[in-house]
């Protein structure tokens, strides 16, 4: 069964990268927030695993402006999670373990490259605000 990579999420004013708040646009895409995904206790268990990754960047209206969804092996938890990607550099989230998922066996496959991907160990998903006003000064 292939499944959509990952589904539009609202989420709540912030500065930095923070973990979404399950979606409500119906069961279609509930992979990644039923209660069969159980939170990880620590972080350590993600080294070595598979992680797939989707980022919202939104846009000083609050409409994403762009995503970016990604697979990686987890090579580090501390002081970042640390994703290598093949040949790209290394990307980075904040170590909070309630934004870590164990992932659900299947095929994904990411909107914005086409790529499927099978059976991720793990998932998350960020939204990035842009600074308020008041925050640029």
């Given amino acids: ?16 990268a923070r973990r979404s708040e399950s979606p409500s646009n119906g069961a279609a895409d509930a992979w990644l927030w039923n209660t069969h995904v159980v939170p990880l206790e620590k972080l350590d268990q993600m080294v070595g695993s598979s992680l797939l990754v989707r980022v919202n960047y939104l846009g000083p209206d609050g409409a994403v ?25 290394p990307f980075t989230l904040p170590p ?17 490259t086409g790529e499927t991907v099978i059976d991720p160990a793990f998932t998350t998903v960020w939204t990035v605000h842009p600074p308020s006003v008041d925050e640029r000064r």
């Fill in 65 to 89: 402006e762009h995503v970016a969804e990604f697979a990686g092996v987890v090579s580090a938890v501390d002081p970042l999670v640390t994703i290598d990607r093949g040949g790209d550099h």
């Fill in 96 to 112: 909070e373990p309630d934004a870590y998922h164990v992932g659900e066996r299947g095929h994904y496959r990411l909107h914005s």
């Fill in 1 to 16: 069964m292939e499944r959509s990579a990952f589904p539009p999420t609202p989420s709540t004013r912030s500065t930095s």
